[in-house]
């Protein structure tokens, strides 16, 4: 082990298992960060003269080898060497005598919350891309406007619009991508130079690392720094929980709507029985459904972690590291289905028409008109109610108020967001100087 100098028997064969099997199987994903990473803290040894020219340039090469392996899929990790941190020093180590200066002035506990902050950055860039996407599905099917039913107590409310409910997902999708922007602003700091906790005696410069990798700022308390590990895949995943239980009532609300017959959901995203013929299961929008649930609990499970501790580096902190990228993932997952299963939705519009008038959906226009016509509204309330109650006994429907559609269509029109689009390119920009032959 690269750490063993003061012990004097290695390490239990089921223990490292235990330490180090899922760690390494989730480090996977934090391969390229952790390369590009070394890079710009060898770039900062060699500027403030810790390493000399050669030395730093040789470390470079070879983490440059390493990362053109990995992207050709010939680069994998070794348990047996704890984390991706120690692979690609190993690595390193391997093909350049210096490989072993690479570590001067960091440690472990700076480098995952670096590879972290990175991974969590460009995810979130996604996450917001993807929430677009399924903005831009329901301004297209807001194009195939025309009545829709407004409920409350899942029971006939009011007419309202296809475009006007369109609009209203859209509008809540925003305060979601408007959250994870907020979220972003905090993930972006580099935690470099922190080292275990209390930073070093060398003559480091944090803030041009943080330059260098396009990070708005270097977090300064280093001991807050190392604490803080937790703290963004937190509010993330509390981010993605709301958009989670978001995209779960919409999954229930088309559920239930298709049971209705009010609309169709797409064949392609349905599952049949293997016993009964006549199925059409929505199986995805179930599954979305039931993974807010995941979500939900990785956000307890990072917390319920971060509860107990006081401040300094502790291993479980290390359990931090599978709750947000299976929250990043579950999450990711569900916009792209429902972006595919809300652009191919159809409305039937007969159904829609027999459920306005079977539940009297114009009756609080019908109660406004009087009102507006001088009548106290509270007695054009009633005056109202007791015709619904006749129109009920005798079968009959209230005519249609032709107000309504004009007063709700809604035209949507989608940008792409420039904040969105500029952290990417900012981020693409510097990762691809970094790591220019």
Not at 32 to 49: C, E, F, N, R, T
Not at 364 to 391: Q, Y
């Amino acid at each position: 082990m690269l750490w063993d100098g003061r012990f004097r028997k290695g390490p239990d064969k089921g223990i490292l298992e235990f330490n180090s099997s899922e760690n390494v199987k989730l480090d996977e994903k934090l391969i390229p960060y952790d390369i590009i990473g070394s890079i710009a803290h060898v770039k900062m040894l060699k500027k403030q003269k810790i390493l000399k020219e050669n030395e730093a340039s040789e470390i470079i090469k070879a983490l440059k080898e390493i990362l053109k392996s990995w992207e050709k899929g010939k680069f994998k990790l070794d348990p047996k060497l704890e984390d991706v941190h120690m692979n690609i020093e190993a690595a390193v180590s391997r093909k350049t005598k210096h490989g072993k200066k690479i570590h001067t002035a960091r440690s472990r506990n700076d480098q995952v919350l670096l590879d972290m902050r990175m991974y969590m950055r460009d995810e979130v860039l996604d996450l917001g891309k993807g929430i677009h996407e399924l903005q831009k599905s329901f301004a297209s099917l807001a194009k195939k406007d025309g009545p829709m039913v407004g409920y409350t107590h899942t029971q006939v409310a009011q007419p309202i619009m296809i475009s006007f409910w369109c609009d209203a997902q859209v509008q809540g999708l925003q305060r979601d991508i408007e959250r994870l922007k907020d979220c972003y602003k905090r993930i972006n700091a580099s935690p470099l130079g922190a080292c275990a906790l209390a930073g070093t005696s060398w003559n480091i410069d944090k803030d041009y690392t943080a330059k260098l990798l396009a990070f708005d700022n270097a977090q300064e308390n280093e001991l807050d720094t190392v604490s803080s590990r937790g703290e963004a895949e937190a509010e993330l995943l509390s981010a993605l929980s709301i958009l989670m239980t978001r995209l779960s009532g919409l999954a229930e609300e088309l559920i239930w709507l298709s049971q209705k017959g009010l609309l169709e959901l797409p064949d392609e995203f349905c599952t049949g029985s293997s016993i009964m013929p006549n199925k059409k299961n929505p199986d995805a929008l179930e599954l979305i459904r039931g993974r807010a649930a995941r979500v939900q609990s990785n956000l307890v499970h990072v917390l319920s972690v971060k509860k107990g501790l006081i401040s300094g580096y502790h291993s479980d902190m290390q359990e931090t590291k599978g709750a947000v990228m299976s929250g990043i993932e579950t999450a990711a997952q569900s916009l792209y289905v429902m972006s595919k299963i809300v652009k191919k939705l159809k409305f039937n519009k007969n159904k829609i028409e027999a459920e306005l008038e079977a539940g009297f959906a114009q009756a609080t226009e019908i109660a406004d008109s009087l009102a507006m016509k001088g009548v106290p509204f509270r007695e054009a309330h009633e005056k109202v109610g007791k015709l619904v109650k006749e129109c009920e006994k005798k079968g009959v429907a209230l005519p249609r108020h032709k107000a309504t559609g004009k007063r709700l269509k809604r035209k949507i029109t989608l940008k792409e967001d420039a904040f969105l689009s500029k952290e990417g390119k900012k981020i693409e920009y510097v990762h691809r100087n970094l790591c220019a032959a």
